[in-house]
């Protein structure tokens, strides 16, 4: 299988590149690089099942056909989306409907990674599956929850109203 997989160069995206690549998939890594690093992935620079392409999924962009999207790209530690406010939004929003795009024209499976912070600062502990969350949508923080819950709602409309199979 072809896999797209955004944020690619980040933490994760570097990781999960690696475990695809394994299981003998061919991997196309995006990320635009303003909180990932070209380090996290220089050991597949010869692996010809991998490539790498420095892009910003909040322009459009056409890789061809793919049968999965990853959507990993996000800045994720305080620091970085509390730096890259509005770039965070964006990625959330015009960077996930971008890949969403993707995986309905080309038919792909698409999995979207988010994070317990879309339930802000939780009032029970631990949560259930029916809490939703003690969110604070213009606190400080909030660039990264609210881009993570907009996305996830985007992810599901396009379930529910396009047939992306979503993960």
């Known amino acids: 299988m072809r896999i797209l ?6 933490f994760l995206g570097s ?5 695809l690549l394994a299981e003998g998939h061919s991997v196309l890594g995006v990320d635009n690089l303003s909180t990932g690093s070209l380090e996290n992935i220089a050991h597949l620079r010869n ?18 056909k793919v049968d999965s ?19 965070t939004l964006r990625v959330g929003s015009i960077g996930t409907e971008n890949t969403l795009e993707i995986a309905q024209k080309y038919g792909a499976d698409y999995l979207h990674t988010s994070t317990s912070e879309c339930y802000g600062d ?12 003690n969110v ?11 881009a993570k819950r907009y996305a996830e709602a985007l992810t599901m409309a396009y379930h529910r109203h ?4 979503t993960q």
């Not at 997989?5 to 980040?10: D, H, K, N, R, S």
């Open 47 to 64: 692996e010809p099942r991998f490539s790498f392409e420095e892009l910003d999924i909040c322009q459009p962009f056409d890789p061809g």
């Open 122 to 133: 939780p009032l029970e502990h631990p949560q259930t599956e029916s809490y939703w969350g």
């Open 69 to 87: 999207v990853f959507n990993m790209a996000s800045p994720a530690s305080p620091p970085e989306y509390l730096k890259l406010a509005i770039e």
């Open 162 to 165: 396009r047939g992306v199979n």
């Open 15 to 19: 990781h999960l590149s690696d475990r």
């Open 5 to 10: 997989v955004t944020g690619a160069a980040g």
């Open 136 to 146: 604070n949508p213009v606190g400080p923080r909030s660039v990264y929850d609210e």
